[in-house]
């Protein structure tokens, strides 16, 4: 059968099918052959960047019809290694989610009911215009009286340029002290950078708390499972729980949780007092050494000390670190990321650094290695000064709070009325805190007290629940977003294109600011006009026009471009066109990408030359020595140098002192242990009758963010409260039933997982689900969120969330 | 042409990337009883030791192929190649090779109204080379390749590897090469004592006599 059909009513076919998407994507099938030959563009290939959690792996979208159908890996990146995940092909079912927030909302119940009317854009910008004009007037134009948050992702740049530097707030939040914050600070400030850990060389891995076999991230979780058992790597994992990482493990060590800092303490007492570390490298690379070798000999932290606070035998601990210092100096302790687990994290984290660095392996082959970043053009932003904007309220909550804050610190400011001055509202772009903030309850109080929240997602989240206006932003298959610089032994730059136009009557971040900042800009002139002293003198001299766009006032200037241009002349402008033109095509970019991208056969490719990788990347001391270094370097030779020699050269890192930071005087002066302590005091015990709960991720589900994708949740429905398989019997708790589990913060009902894969007193269970929210059709009260009974406790250097230090009991319902 | 695929199961991970892509590819139904490829898990503890082994698993398009014998209305059928499709418009619904295979590789689609299996994604392998499956895996665990022709991938590494078959004894000739670890203690811990173990040499040969002998039925 032939189906002729003219362009206009195939467009307008399209239009209707991309809609009938949004309920059934499987049943569409209608006149599919008639148009499989259609060329343009609802028939095309797009190279983008998944966006179904942080890692940004590369992939092409395969377009029939107008409906993306299938998304494939796109073998050019070379931090992705060709390949999707499960969430990353279930990407789908994000964009064609029939539950997606479908046009701007506009609440009309009380403060989470879920009662809400469909609006026009303009209406809701200046729904919050007049809300934002009122309470700035009322605190005499402190702009930091709105809060904003972001999760990670490629637009919260966009979003930040608005509300950072052109609005002007500074309480800011991101996922930091929630997430990794404890880790990249510890090794940052004691090896210069956190590093990447080269797991397609290493020989000894120490993965402890690390899960990369659920929690996946590229490259590691691609390079390391390629190479365990016997095929390059040893891989020892550390962890209450038997993951689907220590199933591939040569040893699997169970340790209590909250007690990994006396294992590296007492790995560390073993290297030094049998001096077994890297003699060359250290004298040459480290500063204050003696300091810690006295200070870990004073502290006394022996295998048998150790022994009864972690319960790990003394003799495993001892092998252990022999081994570690045999493979070294292509050992490596690996970081972790969404750390914080206890009070000490901090210090755990240094104490992982200098571990690694005992052996040599920093800054070389098979060690933690730095890489290169491909340079990128700048979108510069002119930012205005304001002079009656206030520091941030949980400046004081920490030793150091950064410009991404304590979220925990600053939200229980906030809901317990102790801030400086009032913070009357708050936006939230692509974060769920009521989900992913430990105390739920607490936040809500927050939301509550608000005058003013502002939500801009693409799903009706537990959060948008509490907003006043709800903002609808395009999938990441519906927009372009700001080129990224990927840094690594491979570095590349990538870019998210979007595959389709947005569906219903979403926008793209970057459109809704600038959105925003069209309605808002000249009323809020207005006010800083009245309250800005600084401002009304410049007038005097300079005139308002002039003071207004050159002083950065104008709040639309870093909006005026598209997307594409942005990026365009970011790439145009260190690159030239050709590299444009490829980026484009491709999505992906590196010089000389053409010449050295090779496909060995269909599931290896090699992006770059063994001698081209960025493995060791950071200045030597003396310019001789770079010479020789680079010999050694050389392919032909590769292996004839003993990687041990290699490491011992002198070199410079981005520390204050450019060696490796033993001792942090700087942090002393703050409180702050200068060198990783252990206190008793701060390890939280298990009283008889009690367990310790600790959380995690999972291969299938991102935080909060999947929860609702019906392909997903074939794969797991809800999430299991795990519980020791002795203890389970002993409450006469079976694989299913439900329990409830306690805190001091909440009570949650789960069922429950007997297994003898996690040590005893302990409990878990996988974050991210739990959902209240009634517009998420199918995420609706799937098991039970994790956040709802973890406590809101900080540790004290940087306020990041204490996240594996909370007691519950466990009763059978 | 006789088409196989080989799984070094020890690289998966159970990230179900292929689960997912098979789906997504093949359109199949929704639901979690409703899968052409998966992902196995055996667990349990050794003195008191949790352990667990991961064997993904789909359609092995048997050479041998009871579910295309015991078909009444030659719905099942052999392709090119040897793959075994159902030809849905044949299918009856009477499930008898649901009950034939040894595998479990079969399910009803209720949207087709026949029963439904693993294609070896025939549509696409011509263009890309790979099955969804293979092409979606992080950690590489299947190489999809013919094993007539000398230089696929498939025959390059089956001459490298050991490997050995899921319930062979049955007799029905399977075609998803597990690749033995080479790591001893691992392949003891995952691999049956009475399981026999191959090389391309000694499979080859039977392999092609049998694919002589029931070639007359592929067709296109």
């Known amino acids: ?813 | 042409m006789n088409y196989a695929m080989a799984l070094d199961y020890q690289n998966c991970i159970n990230c179900k990337a292929c689960e997912v892509a098979c789906k997504e590819e093949n359109g199949v139904q929704l639901g979690a009883e409703k899968q052409r490829i998966w992902v196995g898990m055996v667990e349990g503890t050794i003195f008191g030791k949790p352990f667990a082994n991961i064997y993904p698993s789909q359609c092995n398009h048997c050479l041998d192929a009871p579910c295309v014998s015991v078909c009444p209305t030659k719905a099942s059928h052999y392709v090119l190649g040897g793959i075994v499709k159902v030809n849905a418009k044949q299918c009856i619904l009477c499930k008898g090779c649901l009950e034939a295979c040894p595998y479990d590789a079969r399910f009803i689609d209720d949207t087709k109204v026949a029963v439904d299996k693993c294609t070896f994604c025939d549509h696409r392998f011509a263009e890309t080379g790979t099955t969804a499956c293979q092409a979606t895996c992080p950690t590489k665990v299947r190489t999809f390749g013919d094993l007539d022709e000398e230089n696929s991938d498939l025959v390059v590494l089956l001459k490298t590897r050991r490997f050995f078959f899921q319930k062979e004894s049955i007799g029905t000739l399977p075609k998803l090469f597990y690749l033995l670890p080479e790591d001893e203690a691992y392949a003891k811990q995952s691999v049956a004592h009475s399981t026999n173990i191959y090389t391309w040499k000694d499979i080859k040969p039977l392999y092609d006599q049998a694919r002589n002998k029931r070639s007359k039925e592929w067709r296109r």
């Not at chain 1, 979780?221 to 994992?237: C, S």
């Not at chain 1, 004298?283 to 932290?301: L, R, S, V």
């Not at chain 1, 990538?494 to 971040?509: C, D, F, H």
């Open chain 1, 1 to 813: 059968m032939r189906v002729d059909i003219s362009r206009r009513r195939f467009l307008q076919g399209s239009v209707a099918l991309v809609v009938l998407g949004g309920t059934s994507l499987s049943g569409i099938n209608l006149f599919a052959d008639a148009k499989r030959a259609v060329k343009g563009p609802f028939n095309k290939k797009v190279p983008t960047l998944c966006e179904m959690c942080v890692n940004k792996c590369a992939a092409i979208a395969h377009v029939r019809d107008g409906i993306v159908r299938k998304l494939e890996p796109n073998p050019y990146f070379p931090k992705s290694r060709n390949m999707l995940c499960a969430r990353g092909v279930a990407g789908i079912h994000a964009l064609y989610d029939p539950d997606r927030l479908k046009y701007p909302l506009i609440r009309v119940g009380e403060r989470g009911d879920g009662k809400y009317r469909k609006a026009t854009w303009d209406e809701a910008y200046a729904y919050i215009k007049e809300k934002m004009v009122k309470i700035l007037d009322e605190e005499k134009d402190n702009r930091s009286c709105i809060g904003y948050c972001a999760g990670e992702g490629l637009g919260e740049h966009t979003y930040k340029t608005f509300m950072a530097d052109k609005f002007g707030s500074s309480n800011f939040l991101n996922h930091s002290t929630i997430c990794l914050q404890t880790a990249v600070s510890g090794f940052a400030l004691t090896i210069g950078a956190y590093g990447q850990a080269d797991l397609e060389n290493a020989k000894y891995v120490i993965m402890a708390g690390a899960n990369r076999a659920e929690a996946i991230l590229t490259p590691d979780t691609m390079d390391l499972f390629k190479r365990t058992r016997g095929r390059g790597v040893k891989l020892i994992v550390v962890d209450p729980r038997y993951t689907n990482t220590a199933m591939h493990a040569d040893s699997h060590i169970a340790i209590k949780p909250g007690t990994d800092l006396a294992f590296v303490l007492a790995l560390t007492y073993v290297v030094i007092k049998g001096q077994l570390y890297n003699k060359t490298y250290v004298e040459n690379n480290f500063h204050d050494f003696d300091k810690y070798k006295q200070h870990i000999i004073d502290g006394n932290y022996t295998p048998e000390w150790a022994e009864k606070i972690t319960g790990i035998p003394s003799p495993t601990i001892c092998k252990v670190a022999h081994d570690f210092m045999v493979a070294a100096p292509q050992a490596i302790y690996y970081q972790g990321r969404r750390t914080t687990w206890a009070k000490n994290d901090f210090q755990l984290r240094r104490a992982m650094a200098l571990f690694s660095a005992l052996g040599g392996g920093i800054d070389v082959k098979g060690g933690i290695v730095f890489g290169k970043k491909i340079a990128l053009g700048e979108h510069a932003t002119n930012a205005p000064l304001y002079a009656n904007a206030q520091q941030r309220v949980d400046k004081d909550a920490a030793a150091v709070v950064g410009a991404t804050g304590s979220w925990v610190a600053w939200r229980n400011l906030v809901a317990e009325g102790k801030t400086a001055y009032p913070v009357r509202g708050m936006f939230v772009y692509k974060q769920n805190p009521m989900l992913s903030v430990p105390d739920s309850a607490k936040t809500r109080k927050m939301f509550e007290k608000m005058d003013l929240v502002v939500v801009i997602d693409t799903m009706p989240s537990d959060t948008a629940m509490l907003a006043d206006v709800i903002l609808p932003e395009c999938t990441y298959l519906e927009r372009e977003d700001p080129v990224q610089s990927f840094a690594g032994v491979e570095p590349a730059i990538a870019l998210r294109q979007k595959v389709i136009e947005p569906m219903y009557e979403t926008k793209p971040v970057i459109d809704i600011m600038r959105g925003l900042s069209e309605t808002l800009a000249k009323p809020l002139w207005e006010i800083t006009k009245k309250y800005d002293e600084d401002v009304q003198s410049e007038m005097e001299t300079r005139g308002e026009e002039e003071v207004y766009t050159e002083d950065g006032f104008d709040l639309t200037e870093p909006f005026k471009h598209s997307q594409e241009e942005i990026n365009k002349e970011m790439v145009v402008s260190k690159h030239g066109e050709a590299a444009w033109a490829l980026l484009r095509e491709k999505g992906v970019y590196y010089p000389e990408m053409q010449a050295s991208f090779k496909k060995i056969n269909n599931n290896n490719y090699e992006w770059y030359a063994k001698n081209k990788k960025a493995y060791t990347v950071l200045d030597l001391e003396e310019e001789v020595d770079r010479e020789a270094f680079a010999t050694e370097f050389c392919e032909s030779c590769e292996s004839c140098v003993d990687p041990a020699d290699v490491a011992a050269w002198k070199r410079t890192f981005s520390t204050p002192n450019k060696k490796i930071e033993c001792f942090l005087g700087s942090m002393a002066a703050k409180g702050v242990d200068p060198m990783p302590t252990w206190r008793d005091a701060d390890y939280v015990r298990v009283p008889a009758g009690k367990f310790k709960f600790i959380t995690g991720r999972h291969a299938q589900f991102t935080q909060t963010a999947t929860v609702n994708n019906v392909m997903l949740l074939e794969l797991m429905r809800e999430n299991y409260a795990w519980i020791n398989d002795q203890e389970a019997q002993k409450l006469e708790i079976k694989f299913g039933d439900l329990v409830e589990i306690t805190s001091s913060v909440g009570t949650i009902r789960i069922k429950a997982f007997p297994t003898p894969k996690i040590i005893a007193e302990t409990i878990f269970y996988i974050h991210g689900f739990g959902s209240t929210s009634e517009g998420m059709t199918f995420a609706h009260r799937n098991g039970a969120s994790d956040n709802e009974i973890i406590e809101g406790n900080i540790e004290p250097v940087f306020g990041s969330a204490i996240m594996h230090d909370t007691l519950v009991t466990v009763k059978k319902v």
